[in-house]
């Protein structure tokens, strides 16, 4: 059965920092996703992941993935008070799409 | 924006009263799925489709019912409401191909059982 983990789940910083959000699933997959969501929307898609080694970046968000460990991760460099949001990350396999608990960001200035 | 609606957008049932939520694509994807979020749960995946008449069930499947009887409609019904089915719902496409992966979502339906 395939699950997804995130962590941290609630992650407070200041602006300027760096921090990473860690996604981890139990079985193999054919694509991640990163996804941001602001309070009473829906979800942005962010980043699509489809092999090992894949990195992505915009802004100050990027994207690895690395599937022999089945880890991804979400680094954010010098965090400004925008990127307060949850993220998401979501494992796909066969179809199925099984969403991480999702972290929820809070930049201060 | 990705051609995704749901309806309603919010909606106040009384508990045992049947409940459908549509999701309308116009992208011709292959993919559709319903999950529900709640505060601390994230988003759960219900039900998804992987074609016409193509169902499948997710990790929080019961008391909910799917039909997808055309590819741009898929249909989500809860046959007898209760109050713990309270939640913001979403519905969700994506084409599956190789080259078509991008997952994209609707503005959410606010469903209330009282």
């Known amino acids: 059965e395939l699950k997804v983990e995130q962590n941290p789940l609630f992650l407070s910083m200041q602006e300027g920092k760096n921090y990473t959000i860690y996604c981890n699933y139990s079985?193999?997959?054919?694509?991640l996703y990163w996804y941001r969501q602001d309070p009473g929307k829906s979800l942005e898609s962010l980043f699509v992941l489809l092999s090992n080694g894949a990195v992505k970046q915009e802004g100050r968000l990027m994207a690895s993935l690395d599937t022999k460990a089945r880890l991804s991760t979400l680094h954010i460099t010098a965090a400004v008070h925008d990127l307060s949001a949850t993220y998401f990350c979501?494992?796909?396999?066969?179809?199925?799409?099984?969403f991480g608990q999702g972290t929820t960001l809070q930049v201060k200035p | 924006d990705a051609g995704i609606t749901q309806s309603p957008r919010h909606k106040v049932t009384e508990t045992g009263t049947p409940v459908t939520l549509r999701c309308h694509q116009t992208e011709n994807h292959r993919y559709m799925y319903w999950y529900r979020q709640d505060p601390g749960h994230g988003l759960r995946l219900i039900h998804y489709?992987?074609?016409?008449?193509?169902?499948d069930k997710g990790e929080v499947s019961d008391g909910y019912s799917v039909s997808r009887s055309k590819t741009e409609d898929f249909l989500l019904t809860l046959e007898s409401a209760t109050s713990s089915q309270t939640s913001v719902y979403f519905c969700?496409?994506?084409?599956?191909?190789?080259?078509?992966?991008?997952?994209?979502f609707g503005q959410g339906t606010r469903l209330t059982v009282v």
């Open positions: 969700a496409i994506s084409g599956g191909a190789p080259m078509n992966t991008e997952a994209f």
């Open positions: 489709s992987y074609g016409v008449k193509d169902t």
């Open positions: 979501a494992v796909g396999l066969k179809g199925k799409l099984i």
């Open positions: 079985t193999t997959s054919d694509r």
